[in-house]
Nanobody, 120 residues
Framework: VQLQASGGGLVQSGGSLRLSCAAS????????MNWYRQTPGKQRELVAG???????DYADSVKGRFAISRDNAANAVYLQMDSLKPEDTAVYYC???????????????WGQGTLVTVSS
């Protein structure tokens, strides 16, 4: 399974960015697609997640500013980030939890990361 993320960049505080990620390769189904972020010296943290069944979760720090959405037919996930703050600066990673074939266990896959920089 390959995850291709895009959409990062440099934006001023208060601005917006939209991240995109598409999953490709051989798998049976996707259970969830998530966005994580990481800054130097810190653990990777969950920013937003969406299951194929419709459950959505957000980190408290981004509630009301970020919105995650899925295109299940395209095996894609998006993260609309509004009202960005300098503390949102991080490398953002796309994550997919998939089953390789019917009845198999869930497995994690990660994209390569895309840098988001928010200037003050």
């Amino acid at each position: 399974v390959q995850l291709q993320a895009s959409g990062g960049g440099l934006v001023q505080s208060g601005g917006s960015l939209r991240l995109s990620c598409a999953a490709s390769g051989n798998f049976f189904s996707i259970y969830a697609m998530n966005w994580y972020r990481q800054t130097p010296g810190k653990q990777r943290e969950l920013v937003a997640g969406a299951t194929t069944g419709g459950r959505i979760d957000y980190a408290d720090s981004v509630k009301g500013r970020f919105a995650i959405s899925r295109d299940n037919a395209a095996n894609a996930v998006y993260l609309q980030m509004d009202s960005l703050k300098p503390e949102d600066t991080a490398v953002y990673y796309c994550n997919a939890i998939v089953t390789a074939f019917r009845g198999s266990s869930l497995r994690d896959y990660w994209g390569q990361g895309t840098l988001v920089t928010v200037s003050s």
